[in-house]
């Protein structure tokens, strides 16, 4: 059984940039939840998307969105990209239910010049 | 108050010790609880999972739920070097949805 699958796995920008990094989970999974994950901040909570659906949301700006497509993929976007951007940002697939744990992709590393 | 709390460590442990992890929680209503293993430069991976009180065990792994006292824990035995690695506990809230909330972790070194 496939893993999670997140392109690209590095990335390098200019502030003021945007980005989109994407997400593919595991079979049969329709949820992806994003995180972003800093020395200084631990894991923090960006979004979950559920059957094409916004399910919940963290406290990011607006320049950070998210979209998922009717195979479940997912996509995440930044825009006007600032130096504290820089981040791992990793995804998560699960099936949904209280009770399953999130199976992590292998991340972004995205820095941000 | 975070919602999740841990020990940021590093919890040092000699080599075939009994390493102790501890992490608190903020929401009595929580549900689910999950301890993930994170290597350095690697993504969270999943090692234990518990949602009742008690204890429950997998091979070296015994994770610790007490509800009343808002607390999980993780114990590991017969430490080894490969053990190594930064432990973050997450919770998952009946009221938040899917939500995974992650404490901010404890990093383990277990010493030869």
């Known amino acids: 059984k496939a893993g999670v699958t997140q392109t690209p796995r590095y990335l390098i920008k200019t502030r003021g940039q945007q980005v989109t990094l994407s997400c593919s989970p595991i079979s049969g999974h329709r949820s992806v939840s994003w995180y972003q994950q800093t020395p200084g901040q631990g894991l923090q909570f960006l979004f979950e998307y559920f059957s094409e659906t916004q399910r919940n949301k963290g406290n990011f700006p607006g320049r950070f969105s998210g979209r998922q497509f009717s195979n479940s993929r997912s996509e995440m976007n930044v825009s006007t990209l600032e130096l504290g951007d820089s981040a791992l940002y990793l995804c998560a697939s699960s099936d949904g239910s209280a009770n399953y744990g999130y199976t992590f992709g292998s991340g972004t590393r995205l820095t941000v010049v | 108050q975070k919602e999740v709390e841990q020990n940021s460590g590093p919890l040092s442990v000699p080599e075939g010790a009994i390493a102790s992890l501890n992490c608190t929680y903020s929401d009595r209503v929580s549900q689910s609880f999950f301890w993930y293993r994170q290597y350095s430069g690697k993504s969270p991976e999943l090692i234990m999972s518990i949602y009742s009180n008690g204890d429950k065990e997998d091979g070296r792994f015994t994770a610790q739920l007490n509800k009343a006292s808002q607390y999980v824990s993780l114990l590991i035995r017969d430490s080894q070097p490969s053990d190594s690695a930064t432990y973050l506990c997450?919770?998952?809230?009946?009221?938040?949805?899917?939500?995974?909330?992650f404490g901010g972790g404890t990093r383990v070194l277990v010493k030869p």
């Open positions: 997450a919770v998952k809230l009946w009221a938040a949805g899917n939500k995974l909330t």
